[in-house]
């Protein structure tokens, strides 16, 4: 349960979307001794493959390694339920949330935190991935391909992993020219061309659950044990104040039978039951999950989509309440891509909320877990190694690219270029929980307006 009380932990505090929380949870799970910085970095690596949300897919792989595919779902589902929650409010609520004081500079504050966070995670990643030279340079083609080339995601990810195997191919080809020339030189037989990798010497290596176990205690092994402390849907046992739901039900029924009905029909227009068709269900869930299963990149990639499907195709909010939509997945905590929650909230209510949150999240978990299976039982395999070795490098370059991409749209004068740098700090230097660094940002950015006219 350790596991899981931290990706709740990081659901309600992490501010910043994907790429921030993703810096939070590395620096949570190092200091706990879950995974060591190679780990992570394969871990964070592996995200990358995935559409969907950063942070979500390196929770849900996180999770698959230590309890299996139940591991994965529950991480997602505790990491992504309270920031769910909050934007089925802000979707019930929406005529209030333009009254909430200094929400501009809030968001200046946290995107200048934001921009630095990003490149301190970059940073890290770099240092513990980029261990040759021709990665280095991997990592510098992959942000011009994206910034100045403009190419997408995915074909920068099929582009590294390209590179990693020509790159292994050319290595190994030297090394059986130097064994040949040595072979030749003293006659002697050489032993067959198999690479045998020490663990933990690789990056892309990453020891099981039980090696795990012997450096945290607290971390539970996976199987049946660990299966017991998710909760279980056979349970019969009554929740906390189970015992009183009646009475309380019997509280709230009135005494005429047309005030009761006008009370049931009130709830179910507020759980979106009554106002929310099938189709309109179904087109929630099948548009939300057809645009999870191409979000490479995380959030800020399918905001053209996004728009597209919720504004222009079927109308379900507004431009307006768009743009609201994607300034709250900012400031909520969880990632950017939870606007989705928002839009269907607007489109069908609660209901509607918890569709559009399925369809959005259901679709890469299920790719994490699928993937993430066969990459861990393949991960040894040469060609699988070599694919890796070049993946990272071209994950560290996309997020360089999207600390640009973030610095151009989220600071615009010299008060977010300092806060953003002292975020950078913060974290890279000193150590320090991402999502303080977020909030002080904010609140620096909204001390300066009220006091100085900042």
């Not at 047309?258 to 179910?268: E, H, M, N, P, V």
Request: hydrophobic residues 55%; proline residues 5%.
């Amino acid at each position: 349960m350790a596991f899981l009380r931290a990706c709740a932990l990081l659901g309600v505090t992490g501010f910043g979307g994907g790429l921030a929380i993703l810096a939070q949870a590395g620096d949570l799970f190092e200091r706990k001794r879950w995974l060591t910085e190679r780990e992570w970095v394969h871990t964070a690596t592996v995200a990358q493959l995935v559409p969907g949300g950063a942070a979500t897919n390196a929770l849900a792989y996180a999770g698959l390694r230590f309890f299996g595919p139940l591991g994965a779902l529950a991480a997602v589902l505790v990491y992504v339920t309270p920031a769910a929650a909050m934007m089925i409010a802000f979707g019930l609520g929406y005529s209030r949330v333009h009254e909430v004081p200094h929400l501009d500079a809030v968001l200046a504050g946290f995107n200048a935190a934001v921009v630095g966070l990003v490149v301190a995670v970059t940073w890290r990643l770099g240092q513990a991935g980029l261990r040759r030279g021709w990665q280095a340079v991997l990592a510098g083609l992959a942000l011009a391909l994206e910034r100045l080339g403009h190419a997408t995601v995915l074909e920068v990810i099929v582009f590294g992993i390209l590179a990693g195997l020509a790159a292994d191919s050319v290595q190994k080809g030297f090394r059986l020219r130097a064994r040949r020339r040595h072979r030749s030189r003293n006659g002697a037989p050489q032993p067959p061309d198999a690479e045998v990798a020490a663990p933990g010497s690789d990056p892309t290596h990453a020891p099981g659950p039980a090696l795990l176990n012997k450096i945290d205690p607290v971390m539970p092994t996976a199987g049946a044990a660990a299966r017991k402390e998710l909760p279980s849907a056979d349970d019969d046992s009554e929740g906390p104040g189970g015992a009183g739901l009646g009475a309380l039900w019997l509280m709230l029924v009135p005494r005429t039978p047309g005030a009761f009905q006008r009370r049931i029909d009130a709830l179910k227009s507020w759980l979106g039951l009554s106002g929310l068709a099938v189709p309109v269900g179904l087109a929630l869930v099948l548009t939300f999950a057809r645009v999870g299963a191409v979000a490479y990149g995380g959030g800020f990639t399918i905001v053209p989509l996004l728009e597209r499907e919720a504004v222009e195709q079927h109308a379900w909010i507004t431009h307006q309440e768009f743009a609201d939509a994607i300034a709250l997945g900012q400031v909520t905590p969880g990632p950017v891509i939870i606007a989705a929650t928002f839009i269907g909230t607007r489109a069908g209510g609660v209901l509607g909320g918890i569709l559009a949150t399925l369809g959005v999240f259901g679709v890469p978990a299920l790719m994490v877990i699928g993937g993430g299976a066969w990459l861990d039982r393949w991960r040894r395999a040469r060609a699988v190694k070599a694919a890796l070795r070049g993946l990272v490098p071209a994950v560290v370059g996309m997020m360089a690219a999207a600390a640009f991409g973030l610095a151009g749209a989220g600071i615009h004068d010299e008060t977010g270029v300092v806060l953003a740098a002292v975020a950078f700090v913060g974290v890279a230097q000193f150590k320090l929980n991402p999502a303080v660094v977020v909030a002080l940002s904010g609140a620096v950015r909204v001390g300066l307006g009220v006091f100085a006219n900042v």
